[in-house]
């Protein structure tokens, strides 16, 4: 069942939104070889509570942090831990925040300190890639127009789009219906309607598309090791396209 959203819900909705945008602003200046992830976790931990917010990955099926950090070769959901980033190192934030009893779910790929060109290229084509979907979204469009734009694209820069992992809707719940693939075919699929509210959140690989779950049982890792980027927005269909909830104020 894919819920509508009211005009009431979605101005509901835009604190939380806007609160794990401007999170990751406010962590970008910390991003920089020498800091652990569990720095960035405190970080994140610390400004949601300071706003009155929730962070929703804390305690969230047994996640263990406030916030998914991913680095280098890890698709999604990295726990945070005692690891110094370095020079060269990419890494996902991942942050959603409740607020309000609202969820917001937004993820940008960074770098530390300067990329080599290949690791450059795949930040790009994943920051790409999310708006290529992004672009497809208006009433009557269908979810598989979202899914063949970004995998279209990405395969196009042969590289790879991971399948076991997706966008989701999201309101009151962090992760409900409908599920946005990152691949598909034109046409096919669930047809949009004003007052959805989902995420996109394409993950995109330099080499293959496999992936594995380490012992820990959230760290997701490229089986042949290669790296990993992500971005993502929530999202709401509007009566003429769409607009992104998770943009800074
Ligand atoms: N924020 C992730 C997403 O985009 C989900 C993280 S679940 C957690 O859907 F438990 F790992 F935090
Ligand atoms: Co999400
Ligand atoms: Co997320």
Redesign the pocket.
Known sequence: MVSIKTAKDIEAMRPACQHAANTLVMIEPYIKAGITTDDINDLVHEFTIKAGGIP??LN??G?PKSV?TSVNHVV??GIPGNKKLKDGDIINV?V?TILGGWHG?T?KTFYVGKPKVRTEKVVEVARKALELGIAQVRPDATLGDIGHAIQSYVEGERMSVVREYCG?GIGRVF?EDPQVLHYGKVNTGLKLKAGMVF?I?PMVNIGKAAVKLLGDK?TVVTRDKSLSAQF?HTLVVTETGCEILTLPS
């Open positions: 929703a990955p969230y099926h996640f998914c999604c959901h991942d959603t779910d993820s989701h992760h995420t959140e959230w993502e």
